[in-house]
């Protein structure tokens, strides 16, 4: 009896929810966006490009269901550009399923701000996608067919929820981004993407950071300074880090970062913002270039080499903002937190302190490595 009451139950939400999204009729004439890309043509007007799939009923109806849909509107604003989507297309466009917000260069360097209000205000425009900046032509993004998925909006997804590249990419969800660009003097780091030609078929690649002030693309971040601006900001949960070779220092040992967990203690005092940033990681050894006797000593020896490294790191990229008066790392926010007030460029006057302590807590079967 029960088991039929559950049934019962499991039936009629099904028939609700569906009732209540759409019914058969409706999805033979909705294409579902999976990104939106946003450029700027010469004579400044704003160039929106949407790549769509059918739903699954319609592709069985029409034998195109592996098809990648590219639409392309033109306009003085976002709106424009979209609705110009709209005129010639014979199909509803829902935008309830996007993944990606993908701005091109030189959108990026004029400023983001148009594209912001639009997701902000528009229904279906939700914010949870991620956000991220293309390096190259968007012409080609768009034209390209991809490897592992042919839609470059659940591809980038995938990319970035990778676990294997987590310590060395950017994860920026759009709703973040618009909490982050509230404050003047804070700095925001979004996904920097762009192709990897092949052979055979291009694919999308995560390259790094792309920093934003004022709403507009100021810097471009590498992959290696993205591991140590993620290991700054608590968002290292794995991915690799190769330490040089105790033994030979012009051989590498990889080693496979497990979880992560940077805390962060702040002081003012003598003129001075005090940040001390403790950071433990928990590893895995994985591969050495050269062989090595694997033993308590030298694991001491490996570990010691991985903490200079994000000391470094560290060290090396906060310096280089602090330089430039760009806080990407929220110290006006922590500072404000503590002492209940902004200071104004404080970045300028941090201090910053690496804690590093690194455990190597497996190293697989064997006692040597080469």
């Known amino acids: 009896m029960k088991k039929r009451i559950v049934s019962l139950i499991s039936i009629l939400m099904c028939s609700i929810m569906l009732t209540g999204c759409f019914n058969y009729k409706d999805i033979d004439h909705i294409l579902f966006v999976t990104a939106i890309v946003f450029d700027i043509d010469q004579n400044n007007n704003v160039v929106t490009y949407i790549e769509a799939f059918q739903p699954i009923k319609s592709a069985v109806k029409s034998q195109q269901g592996q098809q990648r849909l590219i639409f392309k509107g033109t306009g003085k ?84 929820m990778n676990s294997g590249t987590a310590s060395r990419s950017v994860e920026l969800q759009y709703n973040d981004f618009l ?69 030979n220092k012009k051989d590498f040992i990889s080693l496979w970062i497990l979880n992560s967990k940077t805390k962060t203690k702040t002081k003012y005092y003598g003129g001075k913002f005090h940040v001390k940033k403790i950071i433990k990681v928990k590893a895995a050894m994985m591969e050495s270039q050269d062989y090595i006797n694997y033993n308590k000593a030298m694991q001491t020896r490996i570990e010691e080499n991985a903490e200079k490294n994000i000391i470094n790191n560290c060290n090396k990229i906060f310096n280089k903002y602090k330089d430039k008066n760009e806080d990407i790392f929220s110290i006006g926010d922590q500072y404000e937190n503590q002492y209940k007030k902004r200071k104004k460029d404080i970045i300028k006057d941090t201090v910053l302190e690496v804690e590093p302590d690194v455990q190597i807590e497996r190293s697989g079967k064997s006692s040597s490595f080469h």
């Not at 804070?186 to 934003?212: F, H, P, W």
């Not at 100021?218 to 290292?236: L, P």
């Open 77 to 160: 604003t976002a709106f424009e550009a979209l609705n110009d989507i709209n005129l010639h297309s014979s199909f509803e466009l829902n935008y309830t399923q996007v993944k990606a917000y993908i701005y091109s260069e030189k959108a990026a360097k004029k400023g983001v701000k148009p594209f912001i209000d639009l997701g902000r205000r528009r229904i279906q425009l939700y914010l949870r996608p991620y956000v991220a900046t293309y390096f190259g032509s968007v012409e080609e993004l768009m034209q390209s067919k991809f490897k592992e998925n042919e839609y470059v909006g659940f591809l980038l997804s995938q990319l970035i």
């Open 179 to 247: 909490n982050k660009r509230t404050e003047k003097d804070r700095g925001v780091v979004m996904t920097a993407i762009d192709l990897k030609e092949s052979k055979y078929k291009n694919s999308v690649q995560l390259d790094g950071g792309a920093v934003y002030r004022d709403d507009k693309l100021i810097d471009r971040m590498d992959i290696a300074e993205t591991e140590a601006y993620n290991f700054m900001i608590d968002k290292v949960g794995s991915g690799s880090m190769e330490v040089v070779n105790p033994v």
